[in-house]
């Protein structure tokens, strides 16, 4: 019964690093998406999926990108982090009227 | 275009207290209404929801709220608050023209004073 898995939990960056976070969802879910959330912010949207092999930006979708080649999996990359993207990172499913959300992933790039 | 709006970043409260937390939302289209709750480090979980029919809408550990569609508001309430109720929670929308699309507030903490 794992819901929405994310992958890695923690993660500390270098500027100018890159990385992957990986969401995994077991609902068969076609709506996915990556927010951050910052104090004070609420969730902000990155970008979201809403089916296998389709991606749409967010609001705050600069220095992201997204692949979803299979339905169950929707990736987050950072091609060159910044300080700026220090964050958590929730992905999300959907379909119908709930969404669900993995535990987050907090990063922090220095 | 739609906007959600949580009136207060946090709210103190002492344990066994009532608390309402209030949310209010602008949409030019008809919208289902959804509270979370996000307890310390840990993802959002869904409380409650609106889709139709009864305007109070009852929802996990004893919370409730109401639709009050000529105030455009769906505030969320506890007669009785605990320490395990200490989390943020989230107010969003759903436009119902679409089938993925959720606005946010910004959240509100829920503080219990012992």
């Known amino acids: 019964n794992a819901g929405v898995t994310q992958t890695p939990k923690f993660r500390v960056l270098k500027t100018g690093q890159s990385m992957t976070l990986l969401c995994a969802q077991d609902?068969?879910?076609?709506?996915m998406y990556w927010y951050r959330q910052d104090p004070g912010m609420g969730l902000r949207l990155i970008h979201y999926s809403v089916g296998e092999g389709t991606t749409a930006k967010g609001e705050v979708p600069d220095g992201y990108n997204v692949s979803r080649l299979k339905k169950q999996n929707f990736l987050l990359g950072l091609e060159s982090a910044a300080p700026s993207q220090t964050s958590v990172y929730f992905c999300?499913?959907?379909?119908?009227?709930?969404?669900?959300f993995g535990q987050g992933t907090r990063l922090t790039v220095v | 275009a739609q906007s959600v709006t949580q009136l207060d970043s946090q709210v103190p409260v002492f344990e066994e207290a009532p608390v309402e937390l209030r949310c209010n939302y602008s949409?030019?289209?008809?919208?289902?209404l959804f509270w979370y709750v996000q307890y310390p480090n840990q993802g959002l979980q869904l409380l409650l929801k609106y889709l139709s029919g009864s305007t109070l809408v009852k929802g996990i550990n004893g919370f409730e709220a109401e639709f009050n569609k000529s105030q455009t508001s769906f505030h969320l309430r506890k007669p009785s608050v605990h320490i395990s109720d200490t989390a943020e929670y989230f107010c969003?929308?759903?436009?119902?023209?679409?089938?993925?699309?959720?606005?946010w507030g910004a959240g509100t903490k829920l503080i219990i004073k012992p």
């Open positions: 949409s030019s289209v008809s919208v289902y």
């Open positions: 969003a929308v759903r436009p119902m023209d679409s089938n993925y699309q959720l606005i």
């Open positions: 609902m068969n879910h076609e709506y």
């Open positions: 999300a499913s959907s379909w119908g009227s709930e969404a669900f």
